[in-house]
């Protein structure tokens, strides 16, 4: 089974739009971070946030919110009033401790294409 | 935070031949990790690296395939051997400088792509 889903594939808007992107991961810890990864098309992976389970407060940065529920185990990100710049594939991630390391699980990744 | 560096940041490869990507990171760190991601895909954990030990590997990845050296706490090796065009992927450099305190974070290289024909 997979540990963190995206079921968004792809999503188109138009630039000022909101969008949300949904994750839902799955774990028997009880001590656990998430996080959102941006990948523009360069490649490289930009971090967004972390969160960790004991932590469920919403979180606003800009025109990006982050809504964490463990009830649902989801973990979605909306972008507010979207630009063309936001365009890439984002992805969500859950972390757990395996022995001595943090190992970290990757969904799928949504693709955001904003039109302008 | 952690600045990594990796080399090259492309290639085009033959098919049969191997190429070692070098990572490089600003601080000493325990834990570094290789990830794989295929055209389109996710990230895939091929290996974690602790320096001084032996590589682990997922499954689905073995050391023939992906040789890794780890000679010190700030630099890293992956070699991609006798190379086929399934190997074409972004190949990524991590590391978890915070790990052993329980604090879980993980920052990425720039990435390696590699087209292999």
């Known amino acids: 089974a997979q540990k963190v889903t995206q079921a968004q594939t792809e999503i188109s808007v138009v630039e000022k739009e909101d969008v949300t992107l949904d994750c839902v991961y799955e774990t028997r810890d009880t001590t656990y971070y998430l996080f959102w990864y941006k990948q523009p098309p360069s490649g490289e992976l930009v971090f967004l946030i972390r969160?960790?389970?004991?932590?469920?407060q919403n979180e606003i940065s800009g025109r990006y919110s982050w809504n964490f529920q463990k009830s649902t185990s989801s973990f979605n990100f909306t972008i507010t009033a979207s630009q063309v710049v936001d365009s890439a594939v984002y992805f969500c991630a859950l972390s757990e401790n395996q022995y001595n390391f943090n190992k970290f699980y990757f969904g799928s990744g949504t693709k955001l294409n904003v039109k302008p | 935070s952690a600045v990594i560096s990796q080399k090259p940041s492309r290639d085009i490869c033959q098919r049969g031949t191997s190429l070692t990507i070098q990572c490089q990171v600003d601080?000493?760190?325990?834990?570094m990790f290789w990830y794989r991601q295929q055209p389109g895909q996710s990230l895939t954990l091929i290996a974690t690296?602790?320096?001084?030990?032996?590589?682990?590997?997922e499954s689905g990845f073995v050391i023939d395939k992906f040789p890794i050296s780890r000679p010190n706490l700030t630099f890293s090796t992956l070699t991609v051997s006798n190379m086929s065009p399934e190997d074409s992927s972004i190949y990524l450099c991590s590391v978890d400088p915070r790990g052993l305190a329980g604090i879980h974070e993980q920052f990425f290289g720039p990435g390696t792509r590699l087209t292999v024909l």
């Open positions: 601080s000493q760190v325990t834990m």
């Open positions: 690296a602790n320096q001084g030990s032996e590589a682990t590997y």
């Open positions: 969160r960790n389970s004991f932590d469920e």
